[in-house]
């Protein structure tokens, strides 16, 4: 397949706003915030997948850019959730979170941006092409 004929700035302008998009067994919402930040809800499908989300939790946050056209995602916040629990020592540190931006250092989700417009996006991960829909316009009127 190949890449997006956009700039790596003209894929983060184009992906700003709240996007929508399913995989085999989620359905996804993201949001891309201006100041490079975003805000995402994992939904699991799959009957069998339910436990998982019970655990982890669905509402998700981090950091994301564009480099080499390609979408990278550095969680920063899990959910709360029963593994996300706060330790009271001089900081309230939560563990989940911690071991997010510890692994998200080292391990960043990674997209491949195959085309890109003002509405649609087709990206690519490792296992499957992912088809998404802008439903909302982040241009405050």
Do not use: C
């Not at 894929?11 to 891309?32: A, D, M, P, V």
């Not at 899990?78 to 706060?86: E, I």
Request: net charge positive; aromatic share 12%.
């Amino acid at each position: 397949m190949n890449t997006s004929k956009h700039s790596d700035l003209e894929i983060e302008i184009l992906l700003l706003g709240k996007w929508r998009f399913n995989t085999g067994s989620e359905k996804i919402t993201i949001e891309f915030k201006d100041d490079m930040t975003y805000e995402q809800t994992r939904i699991q499908t799959l009957l069998l997948s339910k436990p998982k989300e019970l655990l982890t939790g669905n509402k998700f946050t981090g950091v994301w850019y564009v480099s080499q056209k390609k979408l990278y995602l550095n969680v920063k916040t899990m959910p709360k959730s029963f593994f996300n629990f706060k330790v009271p020592l001089v900081f309230k540190i939560s563990i989940a979170d911690m071991v997010a931006t510890l692994g998200s250092v080292f391990v960043a989700e990674m997209y491949e941006v195959i085309r890109i417009n003002s509405s649609n996006f087709l990206i690519k991960d490792k296992e499957q092409s992912i088809l998404g829909t802008k439903i909302n316009n982040p241009m405050k009127y």
